[in-house]
Nanobody, 122 residues
Framework: QAQLVESGGGLVQPGGSLRLSCVASGRTFSMYAMGWFRQAPEKEREFVAVCDWTGTSTVYADSVKGRFTVSRDNAKNTVYLQMNSLKPEDTAVYYC???????????????WGQGTQVTVSS
């Protein structure tokens, strides 16, 4: 079965940057669209970004557009989320997910990582 493991979260001050990584194993990574989602306490899981299997097509939530960048390295079975100009409202657990097709809906993704905590605070 496919397995996804996120890393790179932590505590950062407003305006700072973090890069999240997600390493996949168990399936042919290059054929999956890879999405990033986040969930804050007492809120629903929300879409952040998605990258197609080639890495050439990306879509971002309006709340992160211009600040976050999703990319992938298929040779390393890894997808990245570069987060710049972080705001306190970006605080959440961030999850990577794999899908056979592009979607902004969390329930369309077949495989999920365990998440990594991102906290933006002074």
């Amino acid at each position: 079965q496919a397995q996804l493991v996120e890393s790179g979260g932590g505590l950062v001050q407003p305006g700072g940057s973090l890069r999240l990584s997600c390493v996949a194993s168990g399936r042919t990574f290059s054929m999956y669209a890879m999405g990033w989602f986040r969930q804050a306490p007492e809120k629903e899981r929300e879409f952040v970004a998605v990258c197609d299997w080639t890495g050439t097509s990306t879509v971002y939530a309006d709340s992160v557009k211009g600040r976050f960048t999703v990319s992938r390295d298929n040779a390393k079975n890894t997808v990245y989320l570069q987060m710049n100009s972080l705001k306190p409202e970006d605080t959440a657990v961030y999850y990577c997910a794999a899908s056979g097709g592009w979607s902004k809906e969390a329930n369309k993704y077949n495989y999920w990582g365990q998440g990594t905590q991102v906290t933006v605070s002074s």
